[in-house]
């Protein structure tokens, strides 16, 4: 059932992906906080990040350009090993060597989605815009290994929320999701996590954006601009129908960028946010990307035929000033990385079924498919319901005998989950209800 639904929503979102802005297909500009470098998607032109050298913010220069599978949905720096992680969607996560920003390297490869991405201590956070995310082991990045994946909400696991953001802060997990959600995590140990918040707030249907820290407050939008105290993430402020993403926060004042202007609100006093500063920017255009190191913020914009990679000062609060406005195209530049794109499985664990007590019950998982190869292989487990005996867990097809029910039950419910792996190492989900009922 939950499969049937997401292969016609998948085909909707396909269809869809021609008319969004690229607003809504990339995000994140990875700055280096150890080197004047900053990373972004390359607009309207092939797949690629630029590289720039931001020791001159009134003149950056692109030193390279890498070659990428696809658009970028995100970026993310790990500066203790100049490693430059690359989220791709469904496409998977590239993960490329900047220690030389003129000639960089791809080093790894993990062949599953990646929306968003937060690394600390060789261990990669990643939200997979579905109801899970991923802790990887990346400390050998030729070897990217599956330390867990995590249930991004304990509610139902059919209508739960998608993860898009994931920041590390203080120690601590901050995934965001859609429609308007935060889960907290303790990161007790690297790849350890001890969820602290549930946040469930379906006021908007739009994603999580953009999460920033301004001391104990963190900020975040998602078509509202929404404070949360940062150590007990209770929601402190909100500003209603702001449309853009928040870039920066400090010293009591949050940076944000729309398609036209750049703004900046006082959240000094949480319940009564106001508008501090507003100006135009002078190339109008989709948000494509932001990011910011110090005391300067960077936006990403495009439009139908012009781009930009602008550079603000935000030193003076009230006074924010564009440094620089270049073109977000490759100039050339092209450190040659290329790798091949594997495409994600499509697991389908069949529709959901109704039997009756000490029956043979047969799964499905059949339908399953690679768009660009083939299953590898199957496995079953059972994660919900009185523990039964599932016969060829590891084919297409296993069987279970629905167990005796008490006396005093009408019914029971059963889920199962379906894992597929393709010939590449891809891998996919799918659960399925099985409500067994009395003779």
């Known amino acids: 059932m939950t499969k049937n639904l997401r292969k016609w929503t998948n085909r909707i979102s396909a269809a869809l992906v021609t008319l969004l802005p690229m607003s809504l297909l990339a995000a994140g500009i990875a700055v280096d906080q150890n080197r004047d470098l900053a990373y972004h998607s390359a607009v309207l032109s092939d797949p690629a990040i630029i590289v720039q050298d931001i020791s001159d913010p009134t003149a950056p220069v692109q030193l390279a350009s890498i070659a990428s599978p696809n658009h970028a949905k995100n970026l993310s720096m790990d500066n203790k090993r100049n490693l430059l992680f690359v989220s791709l969607g469904n496409e998977g996560l590239q993960v490329v060597?900047?220690?030389?920003?003129a000639s960089p390297q791809a080093v790894g490869f993990w062949n599953d989605k990646s929306w968003d991405v937060a690394v600390q201590d060789g261990v990669a956070y990643v939200a997979r815009n579905d109801r899970y995310f991923d802790i990887l082991d990346v400390s050998d990045s030729n070897n990217i290994q599956l330390i867990e994946r995590v249930t991004y909400t304990v509610f139902d696991p059919f209508d739960g929320p998608r993860t898009t953001v994931s920041e590390i802060n203080n120690n601590r997990l901050w995934i965001g999701g859609t429609p308007n959600d935060l889960n907290v995590f303790e990161i007790s140990a690297p790849g350890v996590l001890n969820r602290i918040h549930i946040g469930i707030n379906y006021t908007s249907s739009l994603n999580t954006r953009s999460i920033v820290f301004d001391g104990d407050i963190s900020?975040?939008?998602?078509?509202?601009?929404?404070?949360?105290?940062?150590?007990?993430?209770?929601?402190?402020?909100?500003?209603?129908r702001n449309d853009g993403a928040v870039v920066a926060a400090k010293n009591g004042y949050a940076f944000t960028v729309s398609t036209e202007e750049f703004i900046v609100y006082?959240?000094?006093?949480?319940?009564?946010?106001?508008?501090?500063?507003r100006i135009l920017r002078p190339t109008a255009g989709f948000l494509s990307a932001f990011g910011a190191k110090g005391d300067l913020a960077f936006v990403l914009l495009s439009s139908s035929n012009?781009?930009?990679?602008?550079?603000?000062?935000?030193?003076?609060i009230l006074s924010p000033q564009l440094l620089a406005n270049v073109s977000a195209m490759t100039d050339g530049g092209d450190g040659g990385i290329t790798e091949p794109v594997n495409f994600s499985p499509i697991a389908d664990a069949g529709r959901d079924q109704v039997a009756i007590s000490r029956e043979t019950v047969i799964l499905n998982g059949s339908n399953s498919s690679d768009s660009d190869g083939n299953i590898a292989s199957y496995q079953w487990k059972q994660v919900l319901g009185k523990s039964v005996s599932l016969s060829n867990a590891n084919t297409a097809i296993p069987s279970f005998v629905a167990p005796r029910l008490r006396r005093k039950e009408d019914g029971d419910r059963f889920v199962f989950q379906l894992t597929v792996t393709d010939d590449r190492g891809a891998v996919d989900f799918d659960l399925v209800n099985v409500f067994i009922y009395r003779k």
Do not use: C, Y
């Open 306 to 316: 012009d781009s930009a990679f602008q550079i603000f000062d935000i030193s003076q």
């Open 97 to 101: 060597d900047v220690s030389d920003p």
């Open 219 to 240: 900020v975040h939008t998602n078509g509202n601009l929404l404070l949360n105290d940062a150590n007990t993430r209770k929601e402190i402020g909100r500003l209603t």
């Open 266 to 277: 006082d959240i000094s006093v949480p319940s009564s946010i106001t508008e501090a500063q």
